[in-house]
């Protein structure tokens, strides 16, 4: 069974950091694009960043320069690192993973995801 665990959600002020961690088991997704989205209360959910097998980068426009994605395919485990939060920050975020090289964007491509962790900014 493959399985997606993130963990590192909280409660943190405006301005604080919070680094997400998702660790995959089940299989190996070395050789695979993995991501994040968001979905806060009331809202669609929506791509945060994302990441190709070998490390190329993708975000959305509203958390560039402040989050960063990273993996490490050793320990087949992704991270988030969000820095200057804001309270539009607030959402659940979730782990997600995709057969094939690519990054994307696109929700409909990833066929694993987490749980879910909660982010929560207080202004």
């Known amino acids: 069974q493959v399985l997606l665990a993130e963990s590192g959600g909280g409660l943190v002020q405006a301005g604080g950091s919070l680094r997400l961690s998702c660790v995959a088991s089940g299989r190996s997704f070395d050789r695979d694009a993995m991501g994040w989205f968001r979905q806060a209360p009331g809202k669609e959910r929506e791509f945060v960043a994302a990441?190709?097998?070998?490390?190329?980068?993708y975000n959305e426009v509203s958390v560039k320069g402040r989050f960063t994605i990273s993996r490490d395919n050793a320990k087949n485990t992704m991270y988030l690192q969000m820095n200057g939060l804001k309270p539009e920050d607030t959402a659940v975020y979730y782990c997600?993973?995709?057969?094939?090289?690519?990054?994307?964007?696109?929700?409909?491509?990833?066929?694993?995801w987490g749980q879910g962790t909660q982010v929560t900014v207080s202004s």
């Open positions: 990441i190709s097998w070998s490390g190329v980068t």
């Open positions: 997600v993973a995709k057969y094939g090289i690519y990054r994307s964007r696109d929700l409909n491509e990833y066929a694993y």
